[in-house]
Nanobody, 121 residues
Framework: QVQLVESGGGLVQAGGSLRLSCAAS????????MAWFRQPPGKEREFVAA????????YYAESVKGRFTISRDNAKNTVFLQMDSLKLEDTASYYC??????????????WGQGTQVTVSS
């Protein structure tokens, strides 16, 4: 099975940028549809972005479309989430996830431990 470790979180001012990384081990990220989820304080975890296994199709939550970019580097076995034009409401714990299915609703079977992103005014 795949193990996932996120990094890159931190404190950033509104309007700034951060890049999250998700390093995988055990299995190649190319074997999975990879995704990012987030959990804002006091709220449920929500989908952010995903990249499909076979064709690298990317899809995003409406709230981040045009500001966040998901990418995958198979050689480094790593997935990234570039976050630009950050808003206060982007404050959350961000989780990397791997989904064995490559279609339908994103329902990951593997999760990282999360990394905190805090956006300040």
């Amino acid at each position: 099975q795949v193990q996932l470790v996120e990094s890159g979180g931190g404190l950033v001012q509104a309007g700034g940028s951060l890049r999250l990384s998700c390093a995988a081990s055990g299995r190649p990220v190319s074997n999975y549809r990879m995704a990012w989820f987030r959990q804002p304080p006091g709220k449920e975890r929500e989908f952010v972005a995903a990249i499909s296994r076979r064709f690298g199709v990317k899809y995003y939550a409406e709230s981040v479309k045009g500001r966040f970019t998901i990418s995958r580097d198979n050689a480094k076995n790593t997935v990234f989430l570039q976050m630009d034009s950050l808003k206060l409401e982007d404050t959350a714990s961000y989780y990397c996830a791997a989904d064995s299915a490559d279609s339908g609703r994103v329902d990951p079977g593997y999760w990282g431990q999360g990394t905190q992103v805090t956006v300040s005014s």
